[in-house]
């Protein structure tokens, strides 16, 4: 199995415009991630104190457009 130091390594001595796909690979799985993690928080209702905190500003006429 190879190692993180020898990724490190094989990065570091890519050409630069390898490096930048790898890097632009990287930020898009990021990415990808983050919205899983979005979704799952989203159906799990851990984000509904959201809707009710606008809700409750609205409510309360505080609520800012954006």
Same mark, same amino acid.
């Given at each position: 199995?190879?190692?993180?130091?020898?990724?490190?390594? %094989? &990065? @570091?001595?890519?050409?630069?415009?390898?490096?930048?796909?790898?890097?632009?690979?990287?930020?898009?799985?990021?990415?990808? +991630?983050?919205?899983? %993690? &979005? @979704?799952?928080?989203?159906?799990?209702?851990?984000?509904?104190?959201?809707?009710?905190?606008?809700?409750?500003?609205?409510? +309360?006429?505080?609520?800012?457009?954006?």
């Amino acid at each position: 199995m190879i190692t993180a130091e020898e990724i490190k390594h %094989a &990065i @570091e001595s890519l050409p630069e415009k390898e490096y930048v796909k790898l890097r632009k690979w990287f930020s898009e799985k990021d990415w990808d +991630k983050w919205d899983e %993690a &979005i @979704e799952l928080d989203s159906q799990s209702g851990k984000l509904d104190f959201l809707i009710e905190e606008a809700l409750a500003q609205k409510n +309360k006429g505080t609520l800012r457009k954006l």
